[in-house]
């Protein structure tokens, strides 16, 4: 893959976090951040410049659909882009004119097009039966009895978490990176019923965000890094590069989600009662550490990515 089709898979990507035209500042800022922390010799320097361009609308769909000319990748940037849609949870009526729209500018197969949007349908509908969404405005979350036996170890369920989002990065499937943010979700769930607090999905994607770690920032990582790393490729197993080759400083979904298991768990701990900044510094001072772990435990991460399947995948969405 040339660097012209690197950066319309990229600009695709992009365009696709803005399409509801309703992002925070937050969550510009979040993106903002993501692309200025990619490595300018991994092209970091690449998504810098596309931010700037979308933003100012330098860059349109046409151009940057008008870069990819292999069937394969032109059906790779459309399911990107619907990951990037559901990042965040359903598409708005917004997104999905968007990529409607790009289905239509990048001619894919219709059979191929479909099965992916079911997948895809598939892991955002699993992740809400599992954590509830609120059926209306947020409220106080009410704190109920603790349903935690004694004994239960959370550092250890956390690592767990990071284990197994470390691996979902690693693999080659376009869509397997969106499982990470239900899983994330479901995490901060059972940390909190685990200190007497009955969540549901609406309070913690707020949590999440409040922590400093954007939804769609943080696909867009996600997509970024496995894009630029060589790693991405078909559902069908066919990668641009290889999992042993491009594991290491890969995983930047462990550090991430433990890192904000450890924030989740002192927040509940402590009566939640810190602060949106002493969050957001409490998680920056955590992911140094966190990065460290990661290393440490990479060899278990590329053995369980070795493991999974798409079935599996499912399950553990499912399930938790």
């Not at 990042?87 to 239509?104: I, T, V, W, Y």
């Not at 790693?231 to 433990?258: E, N, P, W």
Request: charged residues 20%.
């Amino acid at each position: 893959m040339n660097p012209q089709e690197q950066q319309s898979l990229l600009g695709i990507a992009l365009l696709a976090a803005f399409a509801d035209g309703h992002k925070a500042d937050t969550e510009r800022e979040a993106i903002r951040r993501m692309a200025e922390t990619l490595p300018h010799e991994a092209g970091g320097a690449v998504l810098v410049r596309l931010y700037q361009d979308v933003l100012l609308k330098r860059v349109t769909l046409a151009d940057a659909v008008a870069g990819l000319q292999d069937a394969g990748q032109r059906q790779l940037a459309y399911e990107m882009a619907v990951c990037v849609c559901d990042a965040d949870g359903r598409q708005s009526p917004a997104e999905s004119a968007f990529l409607a729209d790009l289905k239509a500018r990048l001619k894919l197969d219709a059979a191929e097009a479909a099965a992916f949007e079911r997948e895809a349908d598939a892991v955002v509908e699993a992740a809400e039966k599992v954590v509830p969404v609120a059926a209306s405005a947020p409220v106080a979350a009410p704190v109920v009895a603790a349903t935690t036996a004694p004994g239960v170890d959370l550092d250890k369920s956390i690592l767990n978490y990071a284990l197994l989002n470390g691996a979902l990065e690693l693999l080659p499937q376009s869509w397997a990176s969106m499982a990470i943010i239900p899983l994330q979700v479901k995490m901060v769930y059972a940390i909190g019923k685990a200190h007497g607090v009955e969540l549901d999905q609406g309070h913690i994607r707020e949590f999440i965000a409040a922590v400093g770690v954007g939804l769609t920032s943080q696909y867009l990582e996600q997509f970024g890094r496995k894009l630029l790393g060589g790693l991405l490729g078909k559902a069908t197993g066919r990668t641009l590069g290889g999992i042993g080759g491009a594991a290491t400083g890969m995983a930047f979904s462990f550090a991430t989600t433990y890192a904000l298991g450890q924030v989740a768990r002192r927040y509940y701990a402590g009566g939640r009662v810190m602060s949106t900044a002493l969050l957001q510094e409490t998680f920056q001072s955590l992911l140094g550490p966190a990065k460290q772990l990661q290393a440490q435990y990479l060899p278990q991460i590329q053995q369980k990515a070795a493991t999974l399947d798409a079935g599996q995948i499912m399950q553990l969405v499912r399930a938790g």
